[in-house]
Structure formats: C-alpha cells, structure tokens
C-alpha cells in the first residue's frame, strides 16, 4: 500500500496551527477572493449613460407673451419682495438635456443684462429656461 498510495503516514494527522500567528479571521479571508475591477470608473460610466434626462420644450408664442407680461409686472412689484413659485429647466452638466424644476421664494431683482432672476435665498434663474412664474 506504501507503493500506491505515498501520503498515507500524514492523511490522519491532525491540522497544524501556528503557535505565534494568530488565525486570520473569516471575513479577511474572503477579501482575498473579492472580484477585481479591471475597468475603474466603468460602472459608474455605464450609470451615468443610464440616467434619464429630459429635453427642454419650446414655448409656444402665447406662453412666452404671458411670461414676458408676468415679468414686467413682477419688476414693477420688486420693492414688495413678492413671492413667487418659479418652474424652470435646469441643464444637466454632463450630458445633454436636464430636468424641470420648481423653487419658491422671494424675488429680488430681475436683472435685464444678465437676463436673470434672482430669488432672495440665491438662486439665479436665467430668464431663456423659465417655463412658469406664479
């Protein structure tokens, strides 16, 4: 049996465990065998491209009309700080399209070089996104 089997004097031999290193604990030992990213960032690129975003719509020209007439009203107002509920696009900055968003506070100035408005708490709303002002 010597012959066709060679290990047979060890087989039976208990496991040997290390009377100065400690065992390595499970969950450190799984971190060996934790998948390799080969392509860093490439998950977060192909999420990136997954992501929705919407077109900006274009006004029709009786919307604009009533947008202009709101905004001139609202610049004869602008001492009172009124309160206003603005729907407008936002542009998303990296790709192309963006998202419709609606803020409420009160409105500042509106500025006809910059061609914005300007709320109190900040926020600058180029006039060529806005969609509503209430």
Same mark, same amino acid.
């Given at each position: 049996? %010597?012959?066709? *089997?060679?290990?047979?004097d060890?087989?039976?031999l208990?496991?040997p @465990?290390?009377?100065r290193?400690?065992?390595m604990? &499970?969950?450190?030992? &799984?971190a060996? *065998? /934790?998948?390799f /990213?080969a392509?860093?960032?490439?998950?977060?690129?192909?999420?990136e491209? +997954?992501?929705?975003?919407? %077109?900006?719509? $274009?006004?029709?020209?009786?919307? &604009? !009309?009533?947008l202009d007439e709101?905004?001139?009203?609202?610049?004869?107002?602008l001492?009172?700080r009124?309160s206003?509920? $603005?729907?407008? *696009? !936002?542009?998303?900055?990296?790709?192309?399209g +963006?998202?419709y968003?609606? $803020?409420?506070?009160?409105?500042?100035?509106?500025? %006809?070089f910059?061609r914005?408005? @300007?709320?109190?708490?900040?926020? @600058?709303i180029p006039i060529?996104?806005?969609?509503?002002i209430?």
């Amino acid at each position: 049996m %010597e012959d066709t *089997f060679p290990y047979h004097d060890i087989l039976n031999l208990p496991h040997p @465990v290390s009377r100065r290193h400690p065992p390595m604990p &499970a969950e450190n030992r &799984a971190a060996q *065998f /934790a998948p390799f /990213a080969a392509l860093t960032g490439y998950d977060d690129v192909i999420e990136e491209t +997954g992501r929705v975003t919407d %077109e900006q719509a $274009v006004l029709a020209d009786d919307r &604009a !009309a009533y947008l202009d007439e709101r905004l001139a009203e609202l610049r004869g107002r602008l001492a009172d700080r009124p309160s206003v509920t $603005v729907t407008y *696009f !936002a542009p998303d900055e990296k790709k192309a399209g +963006g998202a419709y968003r609606t $803020v409420t506070g009160h409105l500042k100035k509106i500025d %006809e070089f910059e061609r914005t408005v @300007v709320l109190t708490d900040g926020t @600058v709303i180029p006039i060529r996104y806005l969609m509503d002002i209430t």
